[in-house]
């Protein structure tokens, strides 16, 4: 079965800091992945997406950015962390019709 | 562009009460709809989803929703809620490609003992 894994799970940063969220993903090949963000509890909102190695697609101009250096692995990064980057941050997979997505347990972000 | 309205923010339901939770949604074609759940502090669990055929569709946990294409609803309900059914719902939307999912901003159950 397919398993996604996302680390670290709890962070807490200092403005002007570097960012790396990390997530993999078992059991399936060429999924889609994504990473999302849920700012103060309310909604989600989709930061980018991945249909390939090498492949990112933004949804939103902002401080981070996105890599897959791997087919089943998604990162997540900052140069220089802003207050507002602070959230609850989802990567996800999909694969398959409908592209059901299916999400990680999430990493807290706090930027202070 | 597709969106997806929960008109609920928070609903406050008694413990073997029925559930429904409402959605719309705007889409120019016929879409995929999914229900989610998250738990505080937690990822998103996929309750259910429709893609075709049968427009009441059954998930887990004791849950079902019903399509209804004129009016471009997906509510969720349940028979029966249980204390453990305290959460915060979602709604989505997607064309079916690889650009992701729309949500809703979420409904809040309460389950009241």
Known sequence: SQTIHQWPA????????????ECTVEGTSNPNLYWYRQAAGRGLQ?????????????????NLSASRPQDRQFILS??????????????????GEGN??????????TVV | AQSVTQPDIHITVSEGASLELR???????????????QSP????????????????????????AEFKRSQ?????????VHWSDAAEYFCAVSGGG?????????????IQP
Do not use: M
Not at chain 1, 100 to 109: A, H, N, Q, V
């Open chain 2, 41 to 64: 502090g937690q990822g998103l669990q996929l309750l259910l989803k429709y893609f075709s055929g049968d427009t009441l569709v059954q998930g887990i946990k004791g849950f079902e």
């Open chain 1, 78 to 95: 900052s140069k220089k962390l802003l207050l507002s980057d602070s959230g609850f941050y989802l990567c996800a997979w999909s694969v």
């Open chain 1, 100 to 109: 059901t997505i299916y999400f990680g347990e999430g990493s807290w972000l």
């Open chain 2, 23 to 37: 959605c719309n949604y705007s889409y120019g074609a016929t879409p995929y709809l999914f229900w989610y759940v």
């Open chain 2, 72 to 80: 471009s609803s997906f509510n969720l309900r349940k028979p029966s």
């Open chain 1, 46 to 62: 989709l930061l980018f997406y991945s249909v390939g190695i090498g492949q990112i697609s933004s949804e939103v101009p902002q």
């Open chain 2, 98 to 110: 690889a650009d992701g999912l729309t949500f809703g901003k979420g409904t809040h159950l309460i």
């Open chain 1, 10 to 21: 709890t962070l807490v940063q200092p403005v002007g800091s570097p960012l790396s969220l």
